[in-house]
Structures are given as structure tokens and as C-alpha cells.
């Protein structure tokens, strides 16, 4: 008894060993700095530690530093012990820094501001994740290491999409200190596109007055949600200001968008005379709602208004770059124009792209007038037109990354397969699918060598960025909360910022991982992020469903229709594996459900599809089993879809759905669903929600009907075979 006593306490002294190991003294950063070495010194931050700062430069950090650590007021001359301490060493590089932690002091020697800021952020690092609750309590202890560090790539941006959904200026805000916690240093701003424009103009007042909303009575169409309600927002001058100041202090650059000359609707909507002059027979909504969403190229008075308007846009943001768009233009609409045509064979060209060249050439030199160097996605930097000055954002793949660097180009980094964060993350989780599927692990496995670039090229790339477009934030409970976005980019944004840094931690996914969760995952919870948590991997074997746990979270299951919540505690046996979902969960932060594939296997019983509405020849309904099936026109209120099954279906769930399953567009927005036991009488049973309509364990049925309530915005509607699952 004695020996199995001691036994038992020497495991429980060395598990207390391991657990105060990883909670005190492990260093573990992201980015990974470039070179770090750990001893055994400590520094113990008091209330009674100084902060020395001996240059007006670094003054704004110093203010930054305080909202976090209660310590005092900086000075000019440090002490003999118990300070932080701020300098600048001009023979380092703007944002490399040297950190250095001793039993006496911490400090902080950087090339210039940005290296300072990037201190601060590795310090913080080092500290209790209380942090950044802006309420730790002192004392704390910082673990003693000597850091040099600097970013391999000067550009490390991550781009916000508020013109298809608009996210207030306290969320902006917040997302900036988000971003600045991992060491990304610019903020692309995505203020216009179709769906609104989201910055005060006040030469031209009714661009955001009007333009900044949709839906109701605005002279812009709903999209994506909320079909019976005028929504939106846009950004004063005063309120672009504050943000462009808070994010210099936090070493954040922010580039604002203006998206020319497509996705120009809202715009055009507000301003329609700025569209090509030919007869539109482009009608949406019925047949009264212009969709052109192009600036005509050779109407002079367009670039009168356009410089009027960039001038203010220019003079709110001290940045040198200032995106302008230049992707999908729809040429169609330029080729129908008498204008365009004529300017086309008057300079003996056929090709549209000969137009956007112009057309970017003229914008570029308005923004040259103004201090600013262009930057353009992709499809604009293959005229020969685009000044070299310009930065290209790849973002449809690495080989049109090679293309822009192959033409000369100073290339930001950011296919949409690696780096594109509205993407779902897993075929059953919420979000986009045409840019592909895929989590973390896959962007942060990006590989320059691997993907087949050389080291002239990689020397031409200027940095990384990964954007987030809102299309799916509105139906996933956006425009109030932005607790979708955060799930959707972090711990992505994690990946992204060791990229942007180099990899200088050699890049191995296991020792990344390990950093992330352990001791990432407190940091982002106290930062207050919705974060995703990996999920556990789901095992079957010979009547055994197991679970096999990824990082230090909890695992939780519910068997499918239940609520109640169990949490794993080994291993099942059961002949239906498909009945559990299972997930982890860390401090309250989710990964999503998984489970085994039985769990998501559907049936597709003989049925026939018919409609009120025109169906579209090229995509008709016969053939919905294959592919989604789509209308000539969108709906009126009272137009039905029928879905006739030829044997009643039993099933434990059933979804019907119009209109994109990941996006909520083409859908009958209002309107509800009904079933029928005998193909006659129907029953109403469920409303439609972004166009999709849920059964869960309903009774047999021989026909279900979809019912519109309103006339729907939009050109069609697309209509989706039922995914129906059977009984267990």
C-alpha cells in the first residue's frame, strides 16, 4: 500500500510539474520569432515597474501598453531594475526589434515603430493570456529570453468586405486589435461594391445616404437576407479618421477600396448616368430593376466624378496605396455600348480588356495627382497599361500568381484555394464553396517551393493577405454580430501570420499545432474571439465508435435529435455510428459537430419537379437530380414548386431548399413549406429561412410544396434537390 501511495504521488507531482511547465514557462509565439532563446531569469512586472521611453517616436505604443499593464508612466531615463523599456536602434530594419528579458528589466530595442510595436505584441506573449482582458492583475511574471526577431514579408494584410454586409465601427475596431495581436500590419478596406457603398462622400452626399443601404425603399436591391427590410450603413469621414488613427497606433496601414469600373451597382443605382448608353436589356426584379453594375469607359464625365469622389478618399487615408478594383467586368455591357464600340474600332481593338486598360490608366493618373500608387486584383495587370508602381493581389490561383510576377509586378500573395477565410471549413460547416474547402491546417501548409516558385519569383512577392467577403456573414446572423467572421478567420489568421513571418519555426504543422493549442487558445479566448477549435476525429472499427482527441479540449456528444449532451468518456459500441455527433470544446469556444459519414448519407427517391414559375431551358428540371435546377424569372407571391415522390417518403430529416445552398441568393425569400401524405391535401409544416425549409423527424410523405409569400428580388430562382435523410 505504501509503494502504490508513493507511486501514486510521484505521477501526480510530475503531472503538477508538466502542468506548471506549460502554464509558466514554455515560450510559445505566434508568428514564431526568428530566433528566440529561453533561461531560467524571470522579470516580475509590479505596480510599482516603470515604462522608459527616451523618444517621441514610440510615444503612442507607450499609451498602448498602459490599456493593458497598470504600470507607470514613462520616462525618460530607466532605473536600476523594474522596468520596460522602449528604444530605437536605426542600424535594425523598420520592423525588426531585439527583446530581452532579465531579472531586472524588459526591453525592447527596435529598428523603428513597427518593430517596437512587434515587441510589444511578443511581449505580451510572454505574459498571462489575462492580458488582454485589459484587467490582469500585477504582480505577473514574465519568463526570461533574449528575442531577434523581424517579419520575412513587409506586407501581411488581411482584408474586410463591409460592402455586402456592413459591419459597424466599434466591430472595425475590435477586428484591428485582432489583427494587430498576430503581427498583421495592413487593413484592406472593402468599402464599395454591388451591394452598398459604405463611405460618406460629401461632394457627393447621396452615395452613402442612399447607397449605404438596401432593401424597403432604397434605390438598392436586398441581397443575401433580410428581403422585407431597408438595412446598412456607412462610415462618416470623422468615424474613417478614427479608424485610420487607431489602427497607426496598433502599426496597421489601412488601404481603402473603391471597386472600379464592375461591381459598380450601388453606384450606378445612385448615379445612372455614370452605365454605357444603350438600351438595358439586363431588367431585374419583374423586369424594373436595373442590375448593370459597369462604369462606362469613355464618358469623360465619368472620370470628373470619379476624381471628385477619389480626391476625398484620398485625403482620409494617409496610405500610399489605394485599391481600385479592376476585376470581373462584365465587357459584355461595354460591347453593347455605341461609345465603347466606336473607341474599340477607332484604336483597332476587339477585346474589352483594351478598355479596363484605359480605364485604369486614366484612374491611375487621378490617383497620381493625389500622392497614390494603385493597387489592383489580379485581372487588371494584363493590359500593359498598369504602372509597375502597382500592387497585384493574386487571388485565383498560384499559376495567375506566376503570370502577375512573370509581367513584372510586385505581387500580394493570396489565392483563394489557401487564403480565402468566408470558404467553409468542412464539407458540413457553414460558408462559401466556390474557392474550395478547407481549414487551417491547409493554409498554413502553403508551400512557395512546393507550389512549384522559384527564388526570383518569391523575390518578387510583396507579402501575404487573406480577405473575408461577407456574402454568407448576413444569413449566419450578421450586420449585429460578428461572431461568424471571427469562427470563419481565426485560428485561420494564426496560419496566415506565420506565413507572412516566414515560417521561421521550420513550418512543421505538429509543432505549429502545439503552439495554438497550447497556449494560443487562452490568449485568443481572453482576446475575446469566437475562435474555431479543432475538431476530434471520428473512429469505427467492429461495432467500436471512438474518438481521437486533436489538442487539450473537452469532447462532447449528442446522439442525432436529442439536445442532451454527454460528455466522451471512452469508447461506444453501438452498430449505428452515424447517430453521434461528437465535438470539442475549450473555455466555451466550439469546433464544429463531426461524425461518422453514415451520419450525412442521404437518399434521392424518384420524384418529379414542377413549378409555377418558367423553368430555364438550359438548366431544367428534370434533370435537378444532377444538378440544380433554375427558373427563367423570380417569383410573384403565390408561385409554388412541387416536388411529387412516387413512393411516400420516411426519412429522419429532409431539407428543401431554393437558391444557393451556401450563399442566400436566387431563394424565394418569403414564403413556407407544406407536404402532403396523399399527393392532394397539403399541410403547412415549416417556413423557409434564407430559402431553405427544415423537417426534422417528419411524418411519411407523398408531395411537398414550397409557397412563395412575396415577390422576390433577383433575376431567377435556383431550385436544389431535397437533401433527405433516412431513419437510422
Known amino acids: 500500500m505504501k509503494r502504490l501511495l508513493l507511486a501514486i504521488a510521484v505521477i501526480f507531482a510530475v503531472a503538477c510539474s508538466k502542468t506548471t511547465s506549460n502554464q509558466t514557462n514554455e515560450v510559445a509565439i505566434i508568428p514564431q520569432p526568428l530566433s528566440l532563446s529561453q533561461h531560467n531569469n524571470t522579470f516580475t512586472i509590479t505596480p510599482n515597474s516603470v515604462l522608459v521611453c527616451n523618444t517621441n517616436e514610440l510615444t503612442p505604443i507607450v499609451g498602448y501598453v498602459q490599456e493593458y ?58 505574459l498571462p493570456s489575462e492580458v488582454y482582458t485589459k484587467q490582469m492583475r500585477l504582480p505577473a511574471v514574465v519568463q526570461g529570453c533574449d528575442v531577434k526577431d523581424k517579419p520575412k514579408f513587409a506586407y501581411r494584410g488581411f482584408m474586410l468586405d463591409v460592402a455586402r454586409t456592413f459591419m459597424e465601427k466599434e466591430n472595425v475596431l ?243 484555394q489557401f487564403f480565402y477565410f468566408d470558404m467553409r471549413q468542412s464539407k458540413h460547416e457553414p460558408g462559401a464553396v466556390w474557392g474550395g474547402c478547407f481549414d487551417i491546417r491547409k493554409t498554413y501548409s502553403f508551400d512557395f517551393v512546393k507550389e512549384g516558385f522559384t527564388p526570383e519569383e518569391i523575390a518578387t512577392v510583396e507579402g501575404f493577405e487573406a480577405p473575408y467577403w461577407s456574402e454568407a456573414f448576413l444569413s449566419q446572423g450578421g450586420d449585429k454580430s460578428i461572431d461568424f467572421i471571427e469562427y470563419q478567420t481565426f485560428p485561420r489568421i494564426c496560419a496566415l501570420a506565420e506565413l507572412g513571418w516566414g515560417k521561421n519555426g521550420g513550418g512543421e504543422w505538429a509543432e505549429f499545432q502545439h503552439r495554438l493549442a497550447s497556449r494560443h487558445y487562452d490568449r485568443m479566448s481572453d482576446m475575446g474571439l469566437n475562435f474555431r477549435v479543432t475538431p476530434p476525429e471520428v473512429h469505427y472499427e467492429e461495432g467500436q465508435l471512438s474518438i481521437e482527441k486533436i489538442d487539450s479540449s473537452e469532447v462532447y456528444y449528442r446522439e442525432d435529435g436529442c439536445k442532451k449532451v454527454h460528455r466522451y468518456k471512452g469508447v461506444i459500441s453501438t452498430t449505428q455510428p452515424g447517430k453521434y455527433l461528437f465535438w470539442s470544446e475549450y473555455r466555451g469556444h466550439k469546433s464544429p459537430e463531426v461524425a461518422h459519414p453514415s451520419q450525412y448519407h442521404t437518399i434521392k427517391p424518384k420524384m418529379t419537379l414542377t413549378s409555377s414559375l418558367p423553368e430555364n431551358p438550359k438548366r431544367g428540371f428534370a434533370t435537378v437530380a444532377e444538378r440544380d435546377a433554375r427558373t427563367l424569372r423570380t417569383c410573384h407571391k403565390g408561385d409554388w414548386i412541387l416536388f411529387e415522390f412516387e413512393e411516400p417518403v420516411e426519412c429522419r430529416k429532409a431539407e428543401f431548399f431554393t437558391g444557393g445552398y451556401a450563399v442566400a441568393s436566387r431563394t424565394i425569400q418569403v414564403g413556407y413549406l407544406e407536404i402532403s401524405e396523399d399527393g392532394k391535401n397539403f399541410e403547412r409544416v415549416a417556413d423557409l429561412e434564407y430559402g431553405v425549409a427544415t423537417l426534422v423527424n417528419p411524418k411519411p410523405f407523398k408531395a411537398a410544396r414550397i409557397v412563395s409569400e412575396t415577390t422576390a428580388v433577383g433575376s431567377s430562382i435556383n431550385i436544389g434537390y431535397p437533401k433527405i435523410y433516412p431513419k437510422w
Open 69 to 126: 499593464l497598470a504600470v507607470k508612466g514613462a520616462v525618460e531615463s530607466a532605473p536600476s531594475e523594474n522596468f520596460i523599456s522602449l528604444a530605437l536602434d536605426k542600424s535594425l530594419a523598420e520592423e525588426e526589434y531585439h527583446l530581452a528579458v532579465s531579472n531586472k528589466s524588459v526591453q525592447i530595442v527596435a529598428g523603428g515603430y513597427g518593430g517596437a510595436f512587434n515587441g510589444v505584441q511578443t511581449l505580451f506573449q510572454l
Open 174 to 416: 475590435r477586428y484591428i486589435d485582432y489583427i494587430a495581436y498576430h503581427k498583421i500590419n495592413k487593413f484592406h478596406w472593402h468599402l464599395t461594391d454591388n451591394q452598398g457603398w459604405r463611405i460618406e462622400i460629401k461632394s457627393h452626399p447621396r452615395l452613402a445616404k442612399e447607397g449605404g443601404f438596401r432593401g424597403g425603399d432604397s434605390s438598392i436591391r436586398a441581397s443575401y437576407g433580410k428581403w422585407n427590410e431597408k438595412y446598412g450603413g456607412f462610415y462618416t469621414q470623422e468615424e474613417i479618421k478614427e479608424v485610420v488613427a487607431y489602427a497607426a497606433v496598433r502599426n496597421i496601414e489601412v488601404i481603402p477600396e473603391i471597386d472600379l469600373p464592375g461591381h459598380s451597382e450601388a453606384l450606378a443605382r445612385i448615379y445612372p448616368e455614370v452605365l454605357c448608353r444603350y438600351t438595358n436589356d439586363e431588367l431585374d426584379v419583374n423586369g424594373n430593376y436595373d442590375n448593370r453594375n459597369v462604369v462606362c469607359a469613355t464618358k469623360e464625365s465619368n472620370y470628373k466624378l470619379l476624381e471628385e469622389i477619389l480626391a476625398e478618399v484620398c485625403a482620409l487615408f494617409p496610405s500610399k496605396h489605394f485599391h481600385i478594383g479592376g476585376d470581373e467586368v462584365n465587357m459584355s455591357q461595354w460591347k453593347k455600348c455605341p461609345d465603347c464600340s466606336a473607341w474599340l474600332k477607332k484604336h483597332g481593338y476587339t477585346d474589352g480588356y483594351k478598355l479596363e486598360d484605359m480605364f485604369i490608366s486614366r484612374i491611375q493618373a487621378i490617383l497620381a495627382k493625389y500622392g497614390k500608387e494603385p493597387s489592383v486584383w489580379n485581372e487588371a495587370a494584363f493590359g500593359g497599361g498598369l504602372s509597375k508602381e502597382a500592387l497585384v493581389h493574386g487571388w485565383k490561383s498560384p499559376k495567375v500568381c506566376k503570370q502577375v510576377m512573370a509581367a513584372g509586378y510586385r505581387t500580394i500573395f493570396m489565392p483563394q
